[in-house]
């Protein structure tokens, strides 16, 4: 998997990675050898840019780096001899400790079940119930369907939640106007103009934000990391969200396939940060008072000889688990991934002509009275037909 990270940095500047198969993530490259070490240790720091401010840093980091592959080593060698349905590998976080990765990344304290259980409930949030007919398959893939944009990176900032919201909402207009629209959406308007900073937030209050001021903006018109784009060019709107019964894993696979990817929240171990495939599953990944949150997107479902499996999408970079993806277990609640799950009900925007009032991108923008908001309306049971339509032809 590390020589996977290096073709992919050094092919990154002019090709886009493509999402990983199924089969890439249960078959991959499993290094059970690091050796020769120094080499390795050369390698890790010409990949991720590595310069340390002193020779005390750099020895502190190299032994860092060489006991976590040590780990590794011992891991992968358990997962070979079937002791572990998944292996690890080298990536960026490979010369951190477990404290500074969490910092790196923002990850989140716990939240209490009754707290998030009242929050998921408030304002634009709805119990999501599964129809009754047709049974979802046995295995769904929405990227394979092309209606999953690429994976992105939140860098050093706690926006996961804006990361995953966004990717819902994307996913979400991809469906429903049957790939016609593949706006990619932005998450910096998220962070600046309702969380206002890097220290975290959550999906539905990302939805009931975007539901009040009138939508959300293309990453074009309003790119991560800018802090000072400021345009009003909407592209979608949120109606509201539904969210799934705790724990309820049944539901959770009738609303990928209906609906488009969930948003959900899961709780971090260490041994998360160092996936490079396989079914990840981790018996200390528990709501406890040492792990932290993070949001991830899931995008579809399957079930392999090791067993069934929820396909996630992450928000740190194609560099780390495999070209950003992690398989999850599924049917165990595992890291509480199927507590709180929640998705988006999208109305896009109509495009303008190019000429037209609005601006950039030919929309309307967030000012816009109502007699000027033509709203593309589609009711569930629409909704159902295209998803079932367009699953007919794959």
Same mark, same amino acid.
């Given at each position: 998997?590390?020589?996977?990270?290096?073709?992919?940095?050094?092919?990154?500047?002019?090709?886009?990675?493509?999402?990983?198969?199924?089969?890439?993530?249960?078959?991959?490259?499993?290094?059970?050898?690091?050796?020769?070490?120094?080499?390795? #240790?050369?390698?890790?720091?010409?990949?991720?840019?590595?310069?340390?401010?002193?020779?005390?840093?750099?020895?502190? %980091?190299?032994?860092?780096?060489?006991?976590?592959?040590?780990?590794?080593?011992?891991?992968?060698?358990?997962?070979?001899?079937?002791?572990?349905?998944? &292996?690890?590998?080298?990536?960026?976080?490979?010369?951190?400790?477990?404290?500074?990765?969490?910092?790196?990344?923002?990850?989140?304290?716990?939240?209490?079940?009754?707290?998030?259980?009242? %929050? =998921?409930?408030?304002?634009?949030?709805?119990?999501?119930?599964?129809?009754?007919?047709?049974?979802?398959?046995?295995?769904?893939? #929405?990227?394979?369907?092309?209606? $999953?944009?690429?994976?992105?990176?939140?860098?050093?900032?706690?926006?996961? &939640?804006?990361?995953?919201?966004?990717?819902?909402?994307?996913?979400?207009?991809?469906?429903?106007?049957?790939?016609?629209?593949?706006?990619?959406?932005?998450?910096?308007?998220? $962070?600046?103009?309702?969380?206002?900073?890097?220290?975290?937030?959550?999906?539905?209050?990302?939805?009931?934000?975007?539901? %009040?001021?009138?939508?959300?903006?293309?990453?074009?018109?309003?790119?991560?990391?800018?802090?000072?784009?400021?345009?009003? =060019?909407?592209?979608?709107?949120?109606?509201?969200?539904?969210?799934?019964?705790?724990?309820?894993?049944?539901?959770?696979?009738?609303?990928?396939?209906?609906?488009?990817?969930?948003?959900?929240?899961?709780?971090?171990?260490?041994?998360?940060?160092?996936?490079?495939?396989?079914?990840?599953?981790?018996?200390?990944?528990?709501?406890?008072?040492?792990? %932290?949150?993070?949001?991830?997107?899931?995008?579809?479902?399957?079930?392999?000889?090791?067993?069934?499996? #929820?396909?996630?999408?992450?928000?740190?970079?194609?560099?780390?688990?495999?070209?950003?993806?992690?398989?999850?277990?599924?049917?165990?609640?595992?890291?509480?991934?199927?507590?709180?799950?929640?998705?988006?009900?999208?109305?896009?925007?109509?495009?303008?002509?190019?000429?037209?009032?609005?601006?950039?991108?030919?929309?309307?923008?967030?000012?816009?009275?109502?007699?000027?908001?033509?709203?593309?309306?589609?009711?569930?049971?629409?909704?159902?037909?295209?998803?079932?339509?367009?699953?007919?032809?794959?």
């Amino acid at each position: 998997m590390f020589r996977l990270v290096l073709a992919i940095i050094a092919c990154a500047a002019s090709a886009v990675t493509q999402h990983p198969t199924v089969d890439e993530l249960l078959h991959g490259d499993v290094i059970t050898d690091y050796s020769p070490y120094e080499k390795t #240790w050369a390698d890790f720091k010409t990949a991720f840019d590595r310069q340390y401010g002193s020779s005390e840093e750099e020895d502190y %980091r190299k032994q860092l780096f060489m006991d976590n592959i040590k780990e590794f080593e011992a891991h992968n060698k358990d997962y070979m001899n079937g002791k572990t349905t998944y &292996w690890k590998d080298i990536n960026q976080f490979t010369d951190m400790t477990d404290e500074e990765f969490a910092s790196h990344v923002h990850l989140e304290p716990k939240e209490s079940t009754a707290g998030r259980v009242k %929050r =998921q409930s408030f304002g634009v949030c709805s119990q999501y119930t599964p129809p009754t007919t047709p049974t979802p398959p046995a295995s769904w893939d #929405w990227r394979s369907r092309g209606y $999953v944009s690429p994976v992105k990176d939140q860098g050093n900032c706690g926006s996961c &939640w804006a990361f995953t919201t966004a990717g819902a909402m994307e996913s979400r207009l991809r469906i429903l106007t049957n790939l016609s629209r593949s706006d990619t959406l932005s998450e910096q308007q998220m $962070v600046d103009c309702f969380a206002q900073n890097c220290k975290g937030n959550y999906p539905e209050r990302a939805y009931e934000y975007l539901n %009040r001021t009138g939508g959300i903006m293309s990453d074009a018109a309003y790119p991560y990391t800018s802090g000072s784009t400021r345009t009003n =060019q909407v592209v979608a709107e949120v109606t509201g969200c539904q969210y799934t019964t705790h724990g309820d894993e049944t539901a959770m696979k009738s609303a990928v396939y209906f609906q488009g990817p969930l948003s959900v929240i899961i709780y971090v171990t260490p041994a998360f940060r160092a996936y490079a495939g396989g079914i990840f599953d981790d018996p200390n990944c528990v709501q406890n008072s040492s792990n %932290r949150t993070h949001c991830l997107l899931i995008v579809g479902y399957g079930t392999s000889g090791t067993g069934p499996f #929820w396909i996630a999408k992450n928000s740190w970079g194609t560099t780390r688990g495999l070209k950003g993806y992690w398989l999850m277990r599924r049917g165990a609640n595992t890291c509480s991934l199927a507590s709180w799950v929640n998705f988006p009900q999208v109305t896009p925007k109509i495009r303008q002509n190019s000429g037209a009032p609005g601006g950039a991108g030919g929309t309307k923008s967030i000012g816009t009275g109502p007699s000027g908001k033509l709203l593309l309306v589609i009711g569930h049971s629409v909704l159902a037909f295209l998803i079932t339509t367009v699953s007919a032809k794959y």
